[in-house]
């Protein structure tokens, strides 16, 4: 009998070595340079390299952001048109899956992955293991209770706070970063298991710190701020702090610069920031716009200090410029708490801050010896947490159990969805039509 369970044993296991890996990006808008693309990008472009079939769901109405091309647009990348139309939940063009198949289809918002488990419900007898990567520590994308006010906002919150302690005990979700699980946790008030098993791994190894670099940052000429984000506000709001801490300073110190890294749809508010400023302050302000992450290095090796959120921050820390982080969702001002290393869980996080000024004129006005010692600090805090695993997903999904939500709920948020569609565009209709009120 024992010998009959380890042939039986051994024959599973053989099945799934031969099982052909396929990897979904439910990730259907890649626009913008953010630490999610950026991930999805190094993650699709190891796995073409390495034999694994990759499907991306893409949605039809939005154009990718060109430094993707390379990805995008290489022949092995199958692309699956998720119809735009917002009266479809959920349409696409159909998906050919195979019994043959070792699947993981991978989301990064609360809606996405719901939709990602009515594909695993519509191929019930295949192995499709559909993964949640959270990114963020709050937000309507994630937190769908958000937008509403009660008694609705109760029944959403109790809603959600069952799907997700489900989710969670079913092993489907991970986190890009500890803070995002305790903002699941205090949100819902469940707890998360083996948290270090959750935590998503890079994909590239990070490169060695470049001395030569380093030796002439140390001089500070021309001191050079940079900051690494998408243009998405209020989330990314401290860029608009930083423009108006950098025109306060710029007085004091005329030796300073601001080179601003990122684009999206709010690009019309960071130009109307810095055409506040006096148009010399403006002019040492440079939009570089989005960078594909393969060269970005070579983009921001000349500047001084990196002042960013989530992945911004590690970006700026292996290219050796002394780095801060920056508070997610600040408004008004640019709220930072310290530097690298001691502050490296801080780059998701959105409680107050202090006043970016002082850390500015500090990193500018300390000796040589400091200043160095910061920058090699900033790198090493990133380089010693960075644990490289370019097949986490796979191996992750081995531990994630079969669970769907049951057509009830889901049929209830599907119908939130659309009620929350409804409001955002009846909020903008309602903003133009005050403009337009206001410009009689």
């Excluded at 979700?173 to 946790?185: G, I, V």
């Excluded at 409001?423 to 133009?432: A, D, H, N, S």
Aim: aromatic content about 12%.
């Amino acid at each position: 009998m024992i010998c009959q369970n380890w042939t039986l044993t051994s024959i599973n296991l053989s099945k799934s070595a031969c099982m052909k890996r396929t990897f979904i990006v439910n990730y259907p808008i890649m626009i913008s340079i953010g630490g999610i693309e950026k991930y999805l990008y190094y993650l699709m472009k190891y796995m073409l390299n390495h034999g694994i079939r990759v499907i991306w769901m893409q949605n039809a109405r939005f154009q990718t952001e060109k430094v993707y091309d390379d990805v995008i647009k290489d022949p092995r990348l199958e692309i699956v048109k998720v119809s735009p139309n917002l009266l479809f939940w959920f349409k696409h063009e159909h998906l050919n899956l195979s019994k043959d198949e070792e699947i993981v289809i991978f989301s990064c918002t609360t809606m996405a992955k719901l939709k990602a488990d009515t594909i695993v419900r519509s191929f019930p007898d295949l192995n499709i293991k559909s993964i949640y990567g959270i990114p963020d520590t709050k937000g309507d994308a994630y937190y769908l209770e958000t937008i509403f006010c009660n008694p609705l906002k109760s029944i959403v919150y109790r809603c959600m706070r069952t799907v997700f302690k489900e989710w969670e005990s079913n092993n489907h979700l991970c986190f890009y970063a500890r803070k995002q699980m305790d903002a699941l946790e205090n949100n819902y008030h469940i707890y998360i298991s083996n948290k270090e098993t959750k935590l998503l791994k890079a994909v590239k190894a990070l490169p060695h710190l470049n001395y030569d670099d380093l030796e002439e940052r140390i001089k500070r000429r021309n001191f050079t701020i940079i900051t690494i984000g998408r243009f998405d506000f209020p989330h990314k709001g401290y860029i608009l702090g930083l423009i108006r801490a950098y025109g306060r300073l710029k007085e004091k110190y005329p030796q300073i610069r601001l080179d601003i890294v990122g684009d999206g749809p709010h690009r019309f508010k960071v130009i109307k920031e810095i055409e506040k400023l006096n148009h010399n302050i403006q002019k040492d302000i440079k939009l570089l716009g989005n960078i594909s992450p393969e060269v970005l290095p070579n983009y921001i090796k000349h500047a001084h200090l990196n002042i960013s959120v989530a992945g911004g921050v590690a970006v700026g820390a292996v290219s050796g410029i002394m780095s801060i982080p920056a508070r997610n969702y600040c408004d008004g001002e640019c709220e930072v708490y310290g530097y690298l290393p001691e502050y490296l869980e801080y780059s998701v996080a959105t409680s107050p801050g202090n006043l970016v000024d002082t850390y500015i004129e500090r990193a500018i006005t300390m000796s040589d010896y400091e200043y160095k010692k910061a920058c090699i600090e900033s790198y090493e805090s990133v380089y010693n947490s960075h644990e490289v695993d370019p097949n986490y997903l796979f191996e992750f999904s081995k531990s994630v159990n079969r669970y769907l939500v049951p057509l009830k709920t889901l049929l209830f948020l599907v119908v939130i969805d659309y009620i929350k569609k409804a409001k955002y565009f009846f909020t903008v209709f309602l903003k133009v039509r005050i403009n337009k009120c206001f410009e009689k």
